[in-house]
Nanobody
Framework: QVQLVESGGGLVQAGGSLRLSCAAS????????MGWYRQAAGKQRELVAT???????NYADSVKGRFTISRDNAKNTAYLQMNSLKPEDTAVYYC???????????????WGQGTQVTVSS
């Protein structure tokens, strides 16, 4: 069994910073791309940022220059550093990754349980 667990959400004032973590655990042999998505109340889930296994990154226009995605392959963990936060960044943030299990020998598109980020004005 493989899973993703997010942490690091919370309440912050506008202009502040938060760092989210996403740890993959279980019978993992390999991890492909990892990404962060968010879903605000009443809205569809949207892409925030992705990072490939080789470190190439991609960002939504709304977060470019403010958010930074990174990963530590040795720890099977991805991070999202969020600076200059705005009230419109308020959402539940979800981690996503392709995980290959050495027991099932299949790729699994996995999602974490989500972590709430609230930015007050």
């Amino acid at each position: 069994q493989v899973q993703l667990v997010e942490s690091g959400g919370g309440l912050v004032q506008a202009g502040g910073s938060l760092r989210l973590s996403c740890a993959a655990s279980g019978t993992i042999l390999s991890i492909s791309a990892m990404g962060w998505y968010r879903q605000a109340a009443g809205k569809q889930r949207e892409l925030v940022a992705t990072i490939t296994s080789g470190g190439s990154t991609n960002y939504a226009d709304s977060v470019k220059g403010r958010f930074t995605i990174s990963r530590d392959n040795a720890k099977n963990t991805a991070y999202l550093q969020m600076n200059s936060l705005k009230p419109e960044d308020t959402a539940v943030y979800y981690c996503n990754a392709g995980l290959f299990s050495f027991t099932t020998r299949v790729w699994q598109n996995s999602w974490g349980q989500g972590t709430q980020v609230t930015v007050s004005s």
